[in-house]
């Protein structure tokens, strides 16, 4: 048999597997386990008829060209489309130019890195961040650096501190990378003083900011902050990005970045060598979804029945964590983050007694700290398992963190 090893190149000999899939391939079909550790939507509200009806349409109407290669930057009708959605959804004025559509916004994640970033250059993180994102960044070389949030997103008087201590380093600073609501894995929003005093930051020290944006669109509180940061940003810092994976399906790989056109037609250009272009056909999809009102409807079935499961967990977790364990509550997205106070709290160490034992699975915060911290924490998904799980889980991970 023939040793790959030597025909393995540095970079993918040193990036790991995401701990969350191997975990996943592991509990799946385990029935016995309430698994909190996915991070996917509730299948329940994938409108199922609606994208058949609508791919049936699309391939009707458009004939080959729904079915043909297309252009890198994607397809002008669909970014017409996505131009009005943003207008009308995050207050983002950007034309079909200033928009690339992008394979899901993992591929966006990929394609920013690969254009922005050479080996050794610093990404600041929040901490904790988005494991696939810290991924994409370290495999393109760059090394991050986190700064912790609250409960109102990256504690930016700390960013700053950070990037005093850089020195003449600053300038090896390409982007700051933030998730503002309903951030993943830490379930926080970020308010006006803190977007505010980001982009000043950024402006100061002549930065790029990386805007993921996925959540915001459903939202569990009336009234809560969520502008973008891409609708406040005057100088053309800010790098939107967003995908249809939380509102309408995820496995139609469709997402798109927002950014001033000289970024975007570098993007392109990357692009070309990545996938040459995003599916043809499900770019339609998601642009008659738009028009037909179909995401509209996901996303105004999809908020109270999130807010009800997510009320579910934070009522659960009341009455049976104890005192010592902070959590977030989260006004979007799909988690709820929990650090525990007590010493020695090894969330990783614990995982396959609770597993074994409990029956109960999370996510290990510790990897989602870029700076190698957190292993007191845990990621705990509200989406995908049921009221049931939920309430049952969570007296589960209770009993875990009181006999541990
Ligand atoms: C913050 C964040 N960014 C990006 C993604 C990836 O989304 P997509 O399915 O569009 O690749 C996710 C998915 O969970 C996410 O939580």
Do not use: C
């Not at 000999?13 to 509730?42: C, H, M, Q, T, Y």
């Amino acid at each position: 048999m023939v040793d790959y090893s030597r025909f393995i190149s540095k970079v993918a000999s040193n990036i790991k597997a995401s701990e969350i899939r191997e975990l996943l391939a592991i509990i799946r079909g385990r029935k016995d386990v309430i698994s909190f550790a996915g991070g996917i939507p509730d299948p329940a509200l994938f409108p199922r008829k609606e994208l058949a009806k609508i791919a049936g349409v699309v391939i009707e109407k458009y004939g080959d060209n729904a079915l043909q290669y297309s252009e890198t930057k994607g397809i002008i009708e669909v970014r017409e489309t996505l131009s009005d959605f943003l207008a009308r959804k995050r207050e983002i004025h950007a034309d079909a130019e200033d928009i690339i559509i992008t394979s899901g916004s993992q591929s966006a994640l990929d394609i920013v890195s690969r254009t922005l970033i050479d080996p050794g250059d610093i990404v600041i993180t929040e901490s904790p961040s988005y494991l696939a994102a810290l991924g994409a960044f370290k495999m393109n070389g760059a090394k991050l650096i986190g700064v912790k949030i609250d409960e109102n997103g990256m504690r930016t008087e700390l960013l700053e501190e950070k990037l005093k201590q850089l020195g003449d380093d600053v300038k090896k600073v390409k982007f700051i990378y933030v998730i503002p609501v309903g951030q993943n894995p830490a379930g926080t929003t970020m308010n006006k003083e803190r977007k505010k005093h980001l982009l000043e930051i950024a402006s100061k020290y002549d930065l790029l900011i990386l805007e993921d944006d996925p959540y915001s669109y459903i939202i569990y509180e009336e009234g809560a902050e969520t502008a973008s940061l891409k609708s406040l940003d005057k100088e053309g810092r800010v790098i939107y990005m967003s995908t249809v994976s939380k509102i309408l399906a995820p496995g139609l790989r469709i997402g798109w970045i927002v950014a001033e056109k000289e970024l975007i037609r570098r993007f392109e250009i990357v692009k070309q060598y990545v996938d040459l272009h995003s599916p043809t056909l499900n770019q339609f999809i998601v642009a008659e979804a738009i028009k037909t009102g179909l995401i509209d409807d996901v996303v105004q079935k999809a908020m109270p029945y999130y807010k009800a499961k997510r009320n579910t967990m934070l009522e659960a977790i009341k009455e049976n964590f104890p005192d010592y364990v902070w959590y977030s509550k989260p006004i979007g997205g799909l988690f709820v983050f929990a650090y525990v106070y007590k010493n020695g709290f090894d969330a990783g160490g614990l995982l396959e007694k609770a597993v074994k034992q409990y029956k109960v699975a999370y996510v290990p915060g510790g990897s989602f700290h870029p700076e190698g911290d957190g292993v007191n924490s845990m990621r705990l998904n509200f989406s995908y398992p049921t009221h049931e799980q939920i309430r049952e889980g969570i007296a589960r991970l209770a009993k875990l963190i009181r006999e541990s």
